[in-house]
């Protein structure tokens, strides 16, 4: 039984429940270096729990190709995590709700170029999956002494439709 998934777009509102849409869209909040510069400031929710430290780690991941087979989620309990491109690469998001322990229906949204998305502690999620080369990202998430992360295997898999 093949469980099917069609991507959505992304959007600062459809991404609400699990966390929060990072690009130069919109007003600026402020105009810097001598307005030759737009800050769209402090967009993102960043948690790193009261015994870990924030930390940006590189990320260089195989691109995928759609449909995509979606085989394992998981989530980090004890802080966020965010990711941002480093390049024009899109990339599939794919989260859920959490049901009672385990991951729920997933949903997928697909980025545009430069833009980043910063998951809230706990979400479910998909791994980091571009569609094209390079897959280089930087990543902001916890340092810390535990593990802080939890992982389903998905049996069916889900496959992720454009
Ligand atoms: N495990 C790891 O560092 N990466 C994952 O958390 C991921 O979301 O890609
Ligand atoms: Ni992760």
């Given at each position: 039984?093949?469980?099917?998934i069609?991507?959505?777009?992304?959007?600062?509102?459809?991404?609400?429940?699990?966390?929060?849409?990072?690009?130069?869209?919109?007003?600026?909040?402020?105009?810097?270096?001598?307005?030759?510069?737009?800050?769209?400031?402090?967009?993102?929710?960043?948690?790193?729990?009261?015994?870990?430290?924030?930390?940006?780690?590189?990320?260089?991941?195989?691109?995928r190709?759609?449909?995509?087979?979606l085989?394992?989620?998981?989530?980090?309990?004890?802080?966020?995590?965010?990711?941002?491109?480093?390049?024009?690469?899109?990339?599939?998001?794919?989260?859920?709700?959490?049901?009672?322990?385990?991951p729920?229906?997933?949903?997928?949204?697909?980025?545009?170029?430069?833009q980043?998305?910063?998951?809230?502690?706990?979400?479910?999620?998909?791994?980091?999956?571009?569609?094209?080369?390079?897959g280089?990202?930087?990543?902001?998430?916890?340092?810390?002494?535990?593990?802080?992360?939890?992982?389903?295997?998905?049996?069916?898999?889900?496959?992720?439709?454009?």
């Amino acid at each position: 039984m093949t469980r099917n998934i069609t991507i959505e777009p992304l959007s600062a509102s459809s991404f609400a429940p699990f966390g929060d849409v990072l690009d130069a869209s919109g007003t600026p909040d402020k105009m810097i270096n001598a307005g030759l510069c737009a800050r769209h400031h402090d967009r993102a929710n960043l948690d790193f729990g009261p015994d870990g430290r924030a930390g940006i780690s590189i990320f260089n991941a195989e691109p995928r190709a759609l449909p995509y087979s979606l085989t394992l989620m998981e989530r980090h309990p004890d802080g966020s995590q965010a990711f941002l491109p480093m390049s024009d690469a899109a990339f599939l998001v794919i989260v859920a709700a959490d049901d009672n322990g385990q991951p729920g229906t997933p949903r997928a949204f697909l980025t545009t170029p430069h833009q980043g998305i910063n998951l809230h502690r706990g979400i479910w999620h998909g791994v980091l999956t571009p569609l094209k080369s390079p897959g280089i990202f930087a990543v902001v998430d916890r340092i810390g002494g535990t593990a802080n992360l939890e992982e389903v295997h998905l049996d069916p898999p889900y496959l992720i439709n454009a």
